[in-house]
């Protein structure tokens, strides 16, 4: 069983070294061959699952070694893989929506002449991140989180003839680097602490370690985190990563990518859990950002930059939950696998419309499209229900427990995040009945495409709706199983362990709140957007809808403070290389030149000067002779 | 008479002759000037042998216009060829050899 592993990750990984050094002739096949080996790759994870569950509870780790990789003296590095509940779920997760959105992609890049290399980057996101959920130590996990990095570069800059999307793939890798900083010096830490990385001795004795230090290596590991899965303050690629192709925005918000630096701050709770400031920090950046994804999502008129405002703020949650300790780590994951269900349904979802309207992607140029497109309405509904947290689907149970563990978290602390947790819920309710409405409802306000084409929408070819259908329902069922009987927790609490919350609240108070901040916000968009026609420009907005539209000012914040700063730095330095180094070198340079030319002069001709000089040698001599002797 | 007047003496005439030799321009009134600082440095090697009653200094007198006379043959030599090609014996005039 444990040699399945192994091939786990080494499926996608060939698919990748296939579909890019095989050439054209691969040109009829290249997109079953890439949703293949991710079937393939989801089937070994189906089979080590079922292993996984005829063991006993406690015995569910499987370990593979594969060789050791740096073997220098005491010090070891090894290919070793680790197969528990947290990366069973995991690759579930990453292998099932990845194989959902492989076929959909069938479907979506179907005209794209550059196809095969696209599926060759899909299967290697998926191997990369294959790689990161089942390293057994920190090194290994640095490469599959690098190799995320690379794949998500490439393929939110696939379009590459347009500016846009190769910049904003550059920002993403940007970005990304100063997490990955983070997560180096973490591993670094962790070395001269530990002596070893290996997830086993880091996580069992990290108590042993000094709080001081393990809050730095907490702290250097919430900075990864954020990289990663786009918190504040390194949110800002996430918005313009949607210059990719839509499956790729599935991918990257569903399944891949952002639900990394959730996996790494659950996997490595036994070191937040012995430093309570870094999950003071933790839980301050979740519930941050579970505002700030949310306001922004309110704002955007392109549906995909919407649904990214929903993955930050909803992945703000996860951060949340997975800071507020034992508490919180199950349901962080919980709410992970339902949102990956509901948002890969929702963004395939977009990618449908989009294919039906000639990629538009204003929503105020869709409107009343349920009747075009009724598969892609109903599923894109039912995600829609799930996110807001509509009883009885996914998202109502997993948002619901994450709202609980934070108002559990006592005190005023408690209070605050509770009441963000809350707030967030009646903004995401808001938001998404926005764009359900503008996309689905209402009037008609197609507008002609550039050249002129008037739309007409259509539903999606089956490759494309069948991975929605799937998506659609998990989004439905998979909260509710996951909650009978506790059924996830029992699953994952004996590696993340579990401690139950001591809420001021009680759990039907928590949800009546809820419900009634989930009615709010449908009510406010239905009063702003469902009653009458909406512009097809949109208004100017007062300054928050302005600062919004523009992403709550963080571009031109970093713009101000990194861009400008670096520049003024960098000049400064320029100044200081040019004044201060160059001056020291070029000064002593003409020093020198200078006294040499005076002295030059002395050298005249003048045979009687130089009789001056040798008298005047021969009395110093001698007068100095004299001297001498007299004292 | 005492024998430390002729160092006077000397001294005077080395005097002299090193003026000369730093304030005169024609090579040949230098060049015997010259000769008067090493006839003046002779005299004082006299005077030293007869003070300490030794032929060391006399001996070395000889030795003085030995070495006076082969600078004379030489130093005679350059002064003339030089006027030959500068027609000139100023030793201001020959001052090229410089940076």
């Keep these: 069983m444990e040699n399945l592993i192994g091939l786990l990750v080494a499926a996608p990984l060939l698919g990748a070294a296939v579909l890019l050094c095989g050439g054209r002739r691969l040109d009829r096949v290249d997109h079953w061959i890439g949703t293949l080996l991710a079937a393939v790759s989801f089937a070994l994870g189906a089979v080590l699952f079922a292993d996984l569950l005829g063991k006993d509870a406690g015995a569910r780790t499987l370990t593979s070694h594969l060789f050791s990789w740096v073997p220098v003296g005491g010090f070891r590095a090894d290919v070793a893989f680790r197969l528990d509940q947290l990366s069973m779920t995991f690759v579930l997760l990453i292998t099932g929506v990845g194989t959902l959105i492989h076929l959909y992609s069938v479907g979506y890049m179907e005209h794209d002449e550059r196809r095969r290399r696209f599926f060759g980057y899909l299967n290697l996101f998926l191997a990369a991140m294959l790689l990161l959920v089942l390293a057994d130590n920190y090194l290994l996990l640095y490469v599959g989180w690098e190799g995320v990095g690379l794949a998500s570069y490439l393929l939110i800059g696939f379009w590459q003839h347009k500016p846009s999307a190769a910049t904003a793939a550059k920002k993403a890798f940007l970005v990304n680097r100063v997490g990955d900083m983070g997560l180096s010096i973490a591993i670094m830490l962790m070395f001269t602490t530990f002596g070893t990385f290996a997830f086993g001795p880091v996580l069992t004795h990290a108590t042993d370690a000094g709080e001081g230090k393990l809050t730095a290596i907490g702290l250097m590991l919430l900075l990864a985190a954020c990289g990663k899965s786009a918190q504040v303050p390194l949110q800002s690629w996430l918005g313009d990563a949607m210059e990719g192709p839509t499956p790729v925005s599935a991918l990257i918000h569903a399944a891949t990518m952002v639900t990394a630096g959730v996996y790494l701050i659950t996997r490595s709770g036994a070191i937040f859990n012995a430093a309570p400031d870094a999950q003071t920090a933790v839980v301050t950046v979740g519930a941050v950002t579970l505002l700030f994804g949310a306001i922004v999502g309110c704002a955007k008129d392109d549906i995909k930059k919407a649904l990214a405002g929903s993955t930050m703020s909803q992945i703000g949650y996860m951060i949340l939950a997975a800071g507020l300790g034992p508490v919180g780590y199950v349901f962080a994951i919980m709410h992970l696998v339902t949102h990956g269900f509901f948002k890969a349904g929702l963004f395939l979802g977009a990618g449908s419309v989009m294919h039906g309207m000639n990629d538009e992607v204003d929503m105020r140029r869709y409107g009343g499209l349920r009747t075009y497109m009724p598969v892609t309405f109903v599923t894109f509904g039912l995600g829609y229900l799930a996110i807001i947290g509509f009883p009885g689907l996914s998202g109502f149970f997993s948002k619901d427990k994450i709202i609980e563990a934070a108002f559990a978290k006592g005190g005023t602390e408690g209070w605050i995040l509770g009441g963000a947790a809350l707030l967030g819920a009646a903004i995401t309710a808001y938001y998404m009945t926005r764009v359900m409405i503008l996309t689905f409802f209402g009037e008609k306000r197609w507008q002609p495409d550039a050249d002129g084409n008037r739309p007409h929408p259509h539903e999606s070819p089956r490759t494309m709706t069948i991975p929605m259908v799937v998506l659609a329902v998990g989004s439905v069922f998979a909260g509710g199983l996951f909650s009978i009987n506790d059924t996830f927790l029992k699953w994952l609490e004996p590696v993340t362990g579990h401690a139950e919350g001591n809420s001021p609240l009680s759990a039907i108070e928590v949800t009546a709140a809820t419900m009634v901040v989930l009615v709010l916000g449908v009510a406010l968009a239905w009063a702003q957007y469902g009653r009458g026609p909406v512009p097809v420009t949109a208004p100017r907005g007062n300054a928050l809808v302005r600062a919004a539209r523009r992403d709550l000012l963080q571009d031109d914040f970093n713009h101000v403070v990194l861009v400008r700063g670096g520049e003024e730095l960098t000049r400064g330095l320029v100044r200081a290389d040019h004044s201060v180094v160059d001056g020291i070198v070029n000064g002593t340079a003409a020093a020198v030149g200078g006294l040499s030319s005076r002295m030059r002069r002395l050298q005249n001709g003048y045979a009687r000067s130089y009789a001056v000089s040798m008298f005047g040698g021969a009395a110093v001599l001698i007068a100095a002779t004299l001297l001498m002797r007299a004292v | ?99």
């Design chain 2, 1 to 99: 008479m005492n024998p430390v007047n002729y160092l006077y003496l000397a001294a005077v005439l080395f005097t002299i002759g090193a003026a000369g030799v730093l304030i005169r321009r024609n090579a040949i009134v230098v060049f015997m000037c010259v000769e008067l600082m090493l006839n003046a440095c002779n005299l004082a090697f006299v005077t030293f042998s007869r003070l300490h009653g030794n032929l060391d200094g006399q001996i070395i007198a000889f030795f003085t216009m030995v070495v006076a006379a082969a600078e004379v043959v030489i130093g005679l030599a350059i002064i003339v060829s030089v006027f030959r090609t500068r027609h000139s014996a100023s030793v201001d005039d020959a001052s090229l050899l410089k940076l």
